[in-house]
């Protein structure tokens, strides 16, 4: 069983930071890729940076130079360095992992989301 756990969500004013981190537990034999995704209100769920087991990051054109996307392979976890926030970043932030469990193929793994609401 994995399961994927998220903190570091919360309110925050506009131009404030935040930091996410997602920890990945469970029989992980292996990590092939870590990102974090979003989804507001009435909108689909959206990439918002992802990183690889070589450290190879993309992210969003609407968060570019403003999130860093960072990941600790000894645990499992990925974090996500929000700063100069603005108010249509508010959303559920994903975690997600590509992932394989002893015994199974690579496979995609997903948090409960935490909320991040921006406003002043």
């Known amino acids: 069983q994995v399961q994927l756990v998220e903190s570091g969500g919360g309110l925050v004013q506009p131009g404030g930071s935040l930091r996410l981190s997602c920890a990945a537990s469970?029989?992980?034999?292996?990590?092939?890729?870590m990102a974090w995704y979003r989804q507001a209100p009435g909108k689909q769920r959206e990439l918002v940076a992802s990183?690889?087991?070589?450290?190879?990051?993309n992210y969003a054109d609407s968060v570019k130079g403003r999130f860093t996307i960072s990941r600790d392979n000894a645990k499992n976890t990925v974090y996500l360095q929000m700063n100069s926030l603005k108010p249509e970043d508010t959303a559920v932030y994903y975690c997600?992992?590509?992932?394989?469990?002893?015994?199974?193929?690579?496979?995609?793994?997903w948090g409960q989301g935490t909320q991040v609401t921006v406003s002043s």
């Open positions: 469970g029989s992980i034999t292996s990590v092939r890729s």
């Open positions: 990183t690889t087991s070589g450290r190879i990051t």
């Open positions: 997600n992992a590509d992932l394989r469990v002893v015994g199974w193929s690579y496979t995609q793994y």
